[in-house]
């Protein structure tokens, strides 16, 4: 069963730097199934907004411009991690980071229904 699991969220300040990591399992080898991954974020009572995508070979991406310039997404080698590099994080940037896989490419990305699987989030908290 395919899985993405986040970790890397937490308590940072304002102005700080922060890297969100992801990570895909559950793909068999054999399978040649090719999974782009993808991170969005939730801010209370509102919907979850995308933030980047990376597709399976690299060649399809997506960062939102909300956060372009300051959030970077990348890609092991292995394909099975996926980074958000958070710099220069403000009090906004406070919220619940999911990761999400889908077997398409970024296409389709950054609306919700692209993802298939979801992570269970993590938190990151911005602070004075």
């Known amino acids: 069963q395919v899985q993405v699991t986040e970790s890397g969220g937490g308590l940072v300040q304002v102005g700080g730097s922060l890297r969100l990591s992801c990570t895909l399992s559950g793909v068999p080898p054999s399978s040649g199934d090719r999974y782009a991954l993808s991170w969005f974020r939730q801010f209370p009572g509102k919907e979850r907004e995308g933030l980047a995508c990376?597709?399976?070979?690299?060649?399809?991406?997506y960062i939102a411009l909300s956060v372009k310039g300051r959030f970077t997404a990348s890609r092991n080698a292995a394909k099975t991690e996926l980074y958000l590099q958070m710099n220069a994080l403000r009090f906004d940037d406070t919220a619940m980071y999911y990761c999400?896989?889908?077997?398409?490419?970024?296409?389709?990305?950054?609306?919700?229904?692209?993802?298939?699987?979801w992570g269970q989030g993590t938190q990151v908290t911005v602070s004075s």
């Open positions: 990376i597709s399976w070979t690299g060649d399809s991406t």
């Open positions: 999400a896989t889908s077997r398409k490419t970024c296409i389709g990305f950054p609306f919700l229904r692209w993802a298939t699987t």
